[in-house]
């Protein structure tokens, strides 16, 4: 899955320069996650960054995206190769 932002999300800015995807960006109120970009930092980190520096624990798996591992491993290698 990929993760989104609830409305919790306090705009706080800790979120998105720790994004290796540049997957976060500001929104109309709060941040917000793009899912076709979102590997939950597979191919990166062992851990979402994003979840690991939120200081209100608003950044869920998002049930709309879901994903397996191999899948969100599939996506890092086309972000990759993309580049």
Same mark, same amino acid.
């Given at each position: 899955?990929?993760?989104? =932002?609830?409305?919790?999300?306090?705009? %706080? &800015?800790? %979120?998105? !320069? *720790? %994004? !290796?995807?540049?997957?976060?960006?500001? #929104?109309? *109120? =709060?941040?917000?996650?793009? !899912? +076709?970009?979102?590997?939950?930092?597979? #191919?990166?980190? &062992?851990?979402?960054? %994003?979840? *690991?520096?939120?200081?209100?624990?608003?950044? !869920?798996? +998002?049930?709309?995206?879901? *994903?397996?591992?191999?899948?969100?491993? #599939?996506?890092? &290698? #086309?972000?990759?190769?993309?580049?």
């Amino acid at each position: 899955m990929s993760l989104f =932002i609830t409305d919790e999300c306090i705009n %706080c &800015d800790v %979120c998105e !320069p *720790e %994004c !290796p995807n540049n997957a976060i960006s500001q #929104g109309p *109120e =709060i941040y917000e996650i793009a !899912p +076709d970009l979102c590997t939950e930092c597979v #191919g990166h980190f &062992d851990e979402p960054q %994003c979840v *690991e520096v939120c200081p209100v624990d608003c950044i !869920p798996k +998002d049930p709309d995206n879901v *994903e397996t591992e191999e899948q969100l491993r #599939g996506k890092y &290698d #086309g972000l990759m190769a993309a580049k």
